[in-house]
């Protein structure tokens, strides 16, 4: 399954669907700034219409036929004419800058809503979805995407609404002046309705593939950003180069296969437009040769023409940006479409408060359906208030219960309890203030360590953070920081080492004040002299409330009220240190190898 079949799993239709309805419905935002542009597009079209009309008044009623021979010019009319002529170039030129700004300040609306509306989409999504897509891919959809969609969405409407005037009014205008030429010319409508739908199908297809090939090779940058110390440590760079290469030169090769459908369009109107010309001088010239036109009206004829057929250049463009605008817009509602898994419940109330009971009845779980499941029929409960630890070889399901617990994903079977309350009757958000969660590999966002300990509490002063930072026993470490608890920790908490990555996260837990705790290897990657002096931070952190500590390094969990081992996904064990060591089974082998281990080291 290729990325773009994963995207129409998941969202559960298909992509070719149709787009213009849901597009226009994007202009909401604006609809008062885009209708102004309208409104001044159309006095703009109106002074285009104007200015044959001068030309031909001034040529027939400015040059007047002597009765000797020779002609006098009536100054005082063609001057009147080329006052009118210039106001309507004042007009073009005073409008089009205000036509502008509306239009501007109308993109940046509809475009600002629509990013906030696939921003928020994307974080209320579930977790599944982001196991399986790449980030890549979701970027392009809210920047990339969204700004292919501005010009035909924001700019077009105004800009086909000006062809349709102005091809319609001059095609009127001739019809008035003289009804037989405008008939010579209705052929060439035939000849471009045909034409128009077989290039539009064509374009949209080839733009379709531009922005799939644009998506991959920006899913390909955003993956080789975040493993560039794999590929550098792997030596990969060059290897990697060339499949980046590769997707380019798709990507060109699509660009190319658009623009050469497209090339046809524009040469194609130029014919059309050249047989409307010689038509005209032809006819034209029949006309004025019977009496039934005069000069000036032929030349109002000649601009009209000109007005009437002009459209036909600017159209390629205009279904150039609708053709790649549909194809990024289609993308977008793709994403947009993908329904989150877990959601909350119609009845689902908040959890104001929580003593921090847990219990998984007979919970049982799979990634993917069909798949062996992970969690298999596990039954447990915690006390409020009770340290529970969770041990086992990787893969067994140990890290699985604490996002099942969380509600990242909702169980095939069973049932997870907070407070005798099955979760999926709370709301999520209320569940998630009951629970913090550290884990070994946690995030912190760019900005001071101050503002990420803000995130637990918003409302938190500088000197509370602080407070909280000693109380945890992390200020030594934390305040050795070039600026202290104002040093900046740069993207993905890049600045810091892990040790005081994990010390923040600590911290920030403790301000949450949930009444669950869960540390899932959280002190991994933290070495033996920072958790020892942790050792007391943690007992601070999980007194009073109901702790969780899944671990691989065993000598941490061994005062844990009781150890729940967890093999292939079941229970295998569950008591104390002392009781599970005496029973000389799944634990005390693995608490043994722990040793071994250690002393090897």
Known sequence: MNDLDREEDLARTRLDRRTLVRMTSLLRPARGAIGGAVLIECILVASIFLRPWFIGRAIDGGLIAQAGGGWSVDRGLVALMAGGLFLTWVARFGLAGLNQWLLGSAALRVLGALRERVFAHVQGLSVRYFDQSRAGRIIARADRDVDSVRDALVNGPPELLSMLVRSLGAGALLWLIDPPLF??????????????????????KAWGRIAEMRSRFIAHLCESINGVRVIQQMAHQDANRVRYQGML???DRASVAGAWLWGW??????VLFTAGMAVLIVAGGEAL???????GELSQCIFYLFIFLG???????????????????KRIFLLLDTPAEVVDAPDAVAATTARGEVAFEDVRFAYRAGAEPVVDAVTLRVAAGETVAIVGPTGHGKSTLVQLLCRFYDVDGGRVLLDGRDIRGITQASLRRRISVVLQDNVLFSGSVLDNLRLARPTASDDELAAAVRELGADEVLLRLPDGYRSDVGPAGGNLSHGQRQLVCLVRAYLADPAVLVLDEATSAVDVHTERRLSRALRRLCRGRTAIIV?????TIRDADRIAVVWQGRIAELGAHAELMARGGRYAELYRAYERAQDGS
């Open 289 to 295: 040769a019977a009496g039934r036109l005069t000069l």
């Open 311 to 329: 459209p036909l250049q600017e159209l390629g463009d205009l279904f150039e940006k609708i053709a790649n605008a549909s194809a990024s817009a």
């Open 265 to 270: 369009f524009q040469p194609y109107t130029v």
């Open 551 to 555: 671990a691989h390094r065993l000598a």
């Open 183 to 204: 008939w010579r010319l209705m052929p060439l409508f035939p000849a471009l309705a045909l034409a128009v739908p077989l290039f539009q199908k064509a374009g949209g």
């Open 249 to 251: 030169r798709d990507n």
